[in-house]
């Protein structure tokens, strides 16, 4: 017989963080899956590259599996933009993963449906972030579905708490698993505060290293995405020790030889007196 609920024993949940991330092949998917085992999050949406029903369902979860594959459009392991293709087609497969059975049907349909403000809620994203992500989808369809620099337009200023930094996900770290309708949004904040607390509890480690990776500044552009890492802001200067970059192109070679950038705003740099525009630098503390 099979019950909407199931209890998860400890000694389960207890490594389950490291053996999810090696079975579906990132810590971002591991934990959402994970905060759904902590009954932290309602449903989550998984994009994987096989089918792991049976390993899931034998956690004591739910799964539904999409009636279409995304194929990948643009490069990098993190992927903004891909396109629907049948399950005959060469791509990776969505599930809807739950504790309640009626819950990942629910999202299935949603997604049928094409009805995204409701899916975005029934996967515990805040109201104000789906609605960002509604009102923002389609100018965004033309720009790689790359949310992030609207998630900085409607936010003030540069400097911003590390629960809400979406753009540390190009190097498979994040609190969150929506782009926050700005990056102070309380809502976010609310929500990636109890995530890491629940993660915390289980694996001291593990979120520690989340909360480090997430301490950075970011520079976001069309052509990569870069971390200064150990960054030091005096007045408008940020100086760091190294880079960590998600792709290899003259821009991370400058940041990687001078070490320090000077903040005009949150579009505009300068790097050696040179003067950078369009991109979009934020500062996580």
Not at 39 to 66: H, M, N, Q, W
Not at 267 to 281: P, S, T
Request: proline residues 2%.
């Amino acid at each position: 017989m099979f019950f909407d609920n199931f209890y998860i024993p400890y000694y389960i949940i207890k490594a389950m963080i490291d053996e999810l991330q090696q079975k579906l092949g990132s810590l971002i998917k591991a934990l959402e899956v994970f905060l759904v085992l902590k009954d932290a999050k309602p449903v989550s949406r998984v994009i994987l590259t096989e089918d792991l029903s049976d390993y899931l369902c034998g956690l004591g979860l739910f799964v539904e599996k999409a009636d279409f594959k995304i194929k990948k459009l643009d490069n990098g392991d993190y992927s903004n933009k891909g396109e629907v293709v049948s399950l005959d087609k060469e791509g990776k497969l969505v599930f809807y993963i739950a504790k309640n059975v009626k819950l990942a049907k629910k999202a299935k349909e949603l997604e049928a449906e094409n009805d995204h403000l409701n899916l975005g809620l029934a996967l515990g994203y805040p109201k104000c972030c789906c609605d960002f992500f509604e009102n923002n989808k389609k100018d965004f369809a033309f720009k790689n579905n790359d949310f992030l620099p609207a998630s900085l337009t409607e936010s003030k200023g540069y400097i911003f708490p590390f629960y809400n930094n979406i753009a540390a996900r190009y190097f498979d770290y994040t609190l969150l698993h929506h782009f926050p309708c700005n990056l102070n949004c309380k809502a976010s904040l609310k929500l990636a505060k109890k995530y890491l607390d629940v993660i915390g509890k289980e694996d001291f480690k593990i979120a520690s290293l989340i909360k480090e990776n997430l301490l950075h500044t970011v520079i976001h552009t069309s052509i990569g995405t870069f971390q200064l890492k150990n960054s030091k802001l005096k007045e408008n200067h940020i100086h760091y020790d190294s880079i960590r970059a998600n792709n290899v192109n003259k821009l991370g070679e400058m940041l990687n030889n001078f070490k320090k950038i000077n903040v005009i705003d949150k579009n505009r740099i300068l790097i050696n007196n040179q003067e950078l525009n369009n991109i979009n630098v934020m500062l996580f503390f």
